[in-house]
């Protein structure tokens, strides 16, 4: 049977409006910003990316691609010779006046929040989306990403009937010297209240702090992440340099935890809530099997 001609000419006419969309979509991506690079990965973008920052360290194959240095202090002229359509990065990317030497040599900036919330999480999702042509996927990303955040508030609720909410610091640090203290406002706060930890320090956003008051609030978990190295090596640092910490009550229980860095740079990624769920296992031991994802 054939087709009637004006339905032949409506089906052509919607696949050259397709390959035309396709077409002014950016095809050579630069990110900037770990969590951000992490997602358009997980959209499927990640063959467009012809350059990512130091942050970008997932997946394990970002790291082949040519690096425009740390995401604070980027060079035009690093980025410019990539070839770039597009440079997404997060509202921590700069200088100023680098991002305004790319826009004027005719490259896209596209600019998402780092904030550690949910909606920071939606918004950068739909903007990827339509940037890559991916909107369902986003959109299933999204309540994906939600719905895990739920389940692990239910776990740790569940947990909490049987424990209270363990004090916990979270330290930033470089191989192991006087480290930052995550406070209030922080991706490092939200991560530990996420995993059910209650926030000792009240002050606002990062913050050097002495190690005897560290030891004075007396935590009932640290969590350390350093920049520079990992586990055991990192925690063995972090005693050696900051010798004062051994008399927290975390150190004498042995509940010094070490957190990935590059979860807390670019705003939340599509790692954190696997990470999470193993924060809040150390954080409730007793309801470990629960906490599982």
Known sequence: MRRPAALVALCAVLALSTQALAAELPQRWVSAGGALSEWVSALGGEQRLVGVDTTSQHPASLKALPSIGYQRQLSAEGIL?????????????????????????GVRVELFSSKAELGAVDD????????????????????DYRQQLQQLQGQIKQAQTGQEAPGVLLLVGHAGAKPMIAGQGTAGDWVLRQAGGRNLADHQGYKDFSVEALAALNPDVVVFSDRALS?????????????????????????????DPTLLVGGLGPRLPSALHALAASFYPAAKASLNP
């Open 231 to 259: 586990g055991e090596q990192a925690l063995q640092a972090l005693l050696k340099q900051n010798p004062a910490l051994a008399v927290s009550r975390a150190a004498r229980e042995r509940r010094l935890v070490s957190f």
């Open 124 to 143: 950068t999702l739909h903007h990827l989306g339509q940037l890559l042509g991916r909107e369902s996927k986003a959109a299933e990303l999204a309540a």
């Open 81 to 105: 010779s990539l070839r770039p359509d597009v440079l997404v990065g997060t509202d921590e990317m700069g200088p100023p006046p680098v991002l305004a030497q790319i826009r004027n040599a």
